[in-house]
């Protein structure tokens, strides 16, 4: 049939006009399908518009990449699991064939589990992918932030899309904690009795919440239908939307860029998305997809048969909640028990409410706003697509230091049981260390990180004006011995100068010129203060100006480029703002 | 009838009742209790009491004296060794044949060490000895503590109940207060892990027969040995140790590997 010569019908209609006039001729040259899809779609134009963004290309612009994959391998991975979970705490006694279980009485949802670990064809392996990408899931998401943070990715235009990835971030780790606590084992369920246990410290209401969330008194048949519900539909709905408005935005706003020769806050240097991106990004995901399959095919997860089923009057030693929970759990190692206390009859536990239900919410707030307010403090109303390097924003690297090393004091805190056997310490030794150095370490670590900064923005300044030492001795016609230094700035040299310089903001006067005094003056007066601590003591690039000065006094014989390079992207082209705007 | 519910309200009621409550309860406790079933305890030979006293006088009164009375250092409570009348044989062959005793030199806790400097026959007559001074818990029988009599699963739910908060859900043990710990159990003998219960050493509480049955003991026995021998499910453990393992693993090497090959495939230009 499909070698049947043109058919009668169709030279009847051989005068009429072609019927290819229309805008998705891009598509046409991809191929059969994407025109079909096109005729019936008009998909083409935006498409076309997608495939031909360019993207800057970067190892660290690839962990957002990595969080993503690792995110849709557990939506595959759960989906697998949801065939055979079974989200009941009804009762039962196991049978199946993991030896020493058998005979005892269990939740459905516990026995089911292990029906799935071992009774279920490739049921462990699918839960231990869907358990180690989890856990890689939120690692990237943080190291991904990191990124954004230290490179001050957020700046305007982009705060929006920090608030984003803040709220993602909380939501992840949340799925992540009711997923933990579905299996029903020992440790789950451990979780969610200390959950019961900080809900409860909410003040005044605790008792009710408890109540509200458990359906009764704890534990009772409902909680686990009801993480359920949150860890498959709610909080992955929330996620994949969330996740595709974060995505959306980046294309939107198009991504940003290290600084580099030829790369400007007005174009894109990189690849166009079809077809050197997308097949980079495509083996990626595939490149992820295997290793988090060969770590879970090598690193068992979660052995919940090794838990046990969760009973109430049971504990064991090592009862931790995954990574991402750490910090929370240390602080509650850290607080002092003594912060309980009683008023008018209730019982107030500042013991448990500060670690267990402020904490959490406010790393993320504090996250999610700090965009805001260091624009508000350095005044930048202006539009950033240039990354920065860490060192060039001294005070901001120093405060991203600073909350790391708070949290990670936290996070190693809810290891202290197991570096005491590890290490052969004592536990309270442990605890009273990080007690203090929660207070102590943080102003360190800013402070040691600002110093580095500025040093290595001086080294650069220095690089700039002096050159580089050449290791060549020249001897001049009189006798004289000079090292010379090389001062021609090469292209990958530029990035040394490229930065903005800064200044604090200026003090307005409190009283305006007909001597009233202004309202705002208080407000100002903080602001021009914590301008003051971000930039007083800022570095600034070397000017032409001082560069010239510096030539000026140094070896006559040194030619002085203009500073000014050339675009050299190479093969890589580039996209205008123009461009990209249509 | 009338007069006593005359008197029901007497202030004398409530104590007659409590008494009168207790009384029934230690009565039927004394009934219905288990007995130290002398078929769980190895019976030693009596000649071997004098030679342990010589061997124990030799080895161990330094700490513990010169009849296991005890001993002070001198610098203020602290003591060199306890005393041991009453501790029984079964804590003699758990010290001694788990490398413990004699203490090298004193620290927060007598760990266990591989080097047992006795033979089991030394070990058995020293335990002669000190159950020749007061009774105490025996040297468990053979069949008290052989693993294939005992029920695996019921021993994991006791287990997980009884040990677990100290030594781990898989045996690897945990820390407790001041440098303090509770060691692995894994591959601990039978016998050993009998007569950690009955006499608990250190830290450790006593599980005496009221509070676990001889049964009770040989099915933790039993499970204990199974997670010994189960090869683990899964792939490589990492210790044991719970999520703090994983997650140290995932910040380590899961993101090694993917920053590793995310700089691989940058580093690749078109
Ligand atoms: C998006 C991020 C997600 C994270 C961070 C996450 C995390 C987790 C974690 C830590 C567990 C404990 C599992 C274990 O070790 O067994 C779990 C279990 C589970 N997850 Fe997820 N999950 C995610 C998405 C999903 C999705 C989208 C589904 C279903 C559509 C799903 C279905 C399940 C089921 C059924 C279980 C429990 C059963 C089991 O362990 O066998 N998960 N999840």
Known sequence: MSTAPTRPADALRQGDRPAEARPGAAARTVGGVAGWVDDR???????????????PDHWSFMLGEIAMYSMIVCLLTGA???????????????????????????????????NISFDIKGGLIIRQIHHWSALMFIVALVVHMFRVFFTGAFRKPREINWAIGSVLALLAIIEGFAGYSLPDDLLSGTGIRAMQGFVQTAPVIGTYLVYAIFGGPFPGEMII??????????????????????????????????????????????????PVYAAKAGGFFFIVFGILALISAVVQINPIWAYGPYDPS??????????????????????????????????VSMNIFPGALLLLPLVYVVLGVYPFLERWVTGDNREHHLLQRPRNSPVRTGIGMAAITAYSVLLFASGNDIMAIKLGMSINDLTWFFR????????????????ICLSLQRRDRDTVLHGRETGTIVRTPDGRFFERHDTELTPDQWILVQHEPVAPLELEPAVDENGVARPAARKDRLRARLSRFYFADAVNPVTPEELAAAHYHGEEHEAIEPSETSASGGAAPIESAEAGRH | MNALA????????????????????????????????????????????????????????????LNAEGRATGTG?????????????????????????????????????NEIKFTQDEIDSMGAYIASLAPGPGVPSEEAVDPTKGDAARGGELYRVNCAMCHNFAGAGGALTRGKYAPPIEGVSGRHIYEAMVTGPQSMPVFNDANLTPESKRDIIAFL??????????????????????????????????????????????
């Open chain 1, 436 to 451: 203090i150095g929660f207070f102590v370490l943080p102003p360190l670590a800013f402070w040691v990180t600002k110093r």
């Open chain 1, 314 to 347: 049971a504990v064991t030693a090592g009862a931790q909640p995954d990574w991402y929970m750490g910090f929370a759990d240390g602080a509650l190692r850290l607080l002092p028990g003594w912060l309980e206390f009683e008023i008018f009859g209730y019982t």
């Open chain 1, 80 to 114: 697998f699991l949801t065939f055979w979970f079974v989200p009941s705490a009804g009762h039962t006694i196991y049978d199946g064939s993991y030896v020493p279980l058998r005979g005892v009485s269990m939740s459905e949802a516990y026995a089911s589990t292990l």
């Open chain 1, 41 to 55: 779609t008009g998909a083409a134009k935006p498409v076309g518009y997608l495939m031909k963004k360019v993207f």
């Open chain 2, 6 to 65: 005359a008197r029901r309200r007497h202030p004398a009621a409530i104590a007659i009742l409590i008494i009168l409550g207790l009384f029934l309860t230690g009565a039927v406790y004394a009934a219905l209790a288990p007995k130290p079933a002398d078929a769980t305890t190895r019976a030693l030979p009596a000649q071997s009491v004098e030679e342990g006293k010589a061997l124990f006088r030799a080895n161990c009164s330094t700490c513990h004296g």
């Open chain 2, 225 to 270: 040995y199974t997670i010994d021998e189960a090869e683990s499910p899964g792939g490589m453990p990492l210790g044991s140790l719970g999520p703090v393992s994983e997650g140290l693993f995932a910040w380590v090497f899961g993101l090694g590997l993917l920053v590793a090959s995310a700089v691989w495939i940058g580093a690749k230009s078109a």
């Open chain 1, 225 to 274: 239908p009801r993480l359920y519900s949150a860890h498959i539909l709610l909080i992955p709905a929330l996620l994949v939307g969330l996740f595709t408005a974060h995505i959306g935005l980046v294309f939107l706003q198009k991504h940003t860029q290290y600084p580099g020769p030829g790369r400007t806050e007005k174009n894109v240097v990189g690849f166009p998305v079809m």
């Open chain 2, 77 to 113: 409570d602290q003591i060199a060794g306890p005393p041991l009348a009453g501790v029984g044989a079964a804590a003699v062959d758990f010290q001694v044949g788990t490398g413990r005793m004699p203490l090298p030199r004193p620290d927060v806790q007598a760990p266990a060490n």
